[in-house]
């Protein structure tokens, strides 16, 4: 129910921050929202994540639980299985999507080991902070400002020709060993450590999952080769077994926005991964991704409409040299 408060605010031309019903979990931000009926959902917010026509996603069996009535949504040419959202508790709704189907949901048929997804698609209409040391979120208001304090970092974004956003996974520039790499900036990154790669690495873990950044197989071969003395775990990550055996490698620094951070362990992706498919829907290729093991010194705002993200530090970061705050 939207109360006179926000009426007003919106009749101003004002949309009020809202923050999220969430539960933060080994470095993962999921929005838990309750219906009125008493029901809870768990959906995890995922900047690298799908989703379609501004919509975040339930899984078909979520909405069959939810007894959700689903029909149809053209979009370019497609038909979309939509829903109407549960009936929110107060204070507890999602930001309604925007869009081609305006109000709905998308029902994905595709099995999910969560409820749904608030995805690139849903996230890319507004402005969201990931307040990792407080462990909120917040869809911020439309007058939004950045805190003083805060290093902006520009994001590349897939356009048209005529410039308009076709795709929201937002492209950030990093540097390590001094070089400049393109990287998805990526909240949903996610690690399943083995033994020796929690040792070594230290992640933490909930049921054997947590974060992580991810760099292709042809960088970490061309860092081991430059740097025999950066640590390399063989079979450091099984999220992907038995078909990939990924290492782990540890990077003494890392510069974003700004501010320098390390050591940084990254996992091991094929190189079709991002410079194959995540390529073909980012402005510029990808080598990787940037996670929470990185965020998580941050509180983070996301801001969609205007490409930028600001990182106000939070710990263990330092100012970067002046030339990495233009990347």
């Given at each position: 129910m939207i109360t006179i408060w926000m009426a007003a605010l919106a009749l101003a031309g004002t949309t009020p921050a809202q923050t999220i019903p969430t539960h933060y979990e080994a470095g993962h931000f999921y929005a838990t929202p309750q219906t009125t009926s008493g029901s809870s959902l768990r959906l995890l917010v995922d900047t690298g994540g799908g989703g379609v026509a501004g919509m975040y996603w339930l899984s078909a069996k979520a909405a069959q639980r939810l007894g959700l009535q689903t029909g149809t949504?053209?979009?370019?040419?497609?038909?979309?299985?939509?829903?109407?959202?549960?009936?929110?508790?107060?204070?507890?709704?999602?930001?309604?999507?925007?869009?081609?189907?305006?109000?709905?949901?998308?029902?994905?048929p595709q099995p999910f080991s969560e409820d749904g997804q608030l995805g690139a698609a849903y996230l890319g209409n507004r402005v969201w902070t990931f307040d990792y040391p407080q462990r909120r979120l917040i869809a911020e208001a439309s007058d939004w400002q950045a805190d003083p304090a805060a290093h902006r970092a520009p994001l590349g974004f897939q356009s048209d020709d005529g410039g308009k956003v076709v795709q929201h996974f937002p492209r950030i520039v990093v540097r390590v060993d001094g070089k400049p790499l393109n990287m998805l900036?990526?909240?949903?990154?996610?690690?399943?450590?083995?033994?020796?790669g929690k040792r070594a690495s230290g992640t933490k873990t909930v049921h054997g999952f947590g974060v992580a950044s991810y760099i292709t197989t042809g960088m970490l071969e061309r860092w081991h080769k430059a740097h025999p003395e950066w640590t390399v775990v063989e079979e450091g990550d099984d999220l992907l077994a038995p078909r990939f055996k990924a290492r782990l490698i540890e990077v003494?620094?890392?510069?974003?926005?700004?501010?320098?951070?390390?050591?940084?362990?990254?996992?091991?992706?094929?190189?079709?991964?991002?410079l194959g498919m995540m390529a073909s829907i980012m402005d510029e290729p990808p080598e990787g991704?940037?996670?929470?093991?990185?965020?998580d010194h941050f509180s983070m705002t996301v801001d969609y409409p205007n490409a930028a993200a600001w990182f106000l530090c939070d710990r263990d970061c330092t100012a970067a040299p002046s030339r990495s705050g233009s990347q």
């Open positions: 949504c053209a979009v370019g040419g497609e038909s979309l299985t939509v829903a109407t959202p549960p009936a929110y508790k107060p204070g507890q709704e999602l930001p309604i999507a925007a869009g081609p189907c305006p109000g709905k949901l998308a029902v994905n900036l990526d909240t949903g990154a996610t690690a399943h450590p083995t033994a020796r003494p620094t890392l510069e974003i926005a700004g501010w320098t951070v390390g050591p940084v362990w990254f996992t091991e992706r094929p190189d079709q991964a991002f991704a940037i996670g929470a093991n990185v965020l």
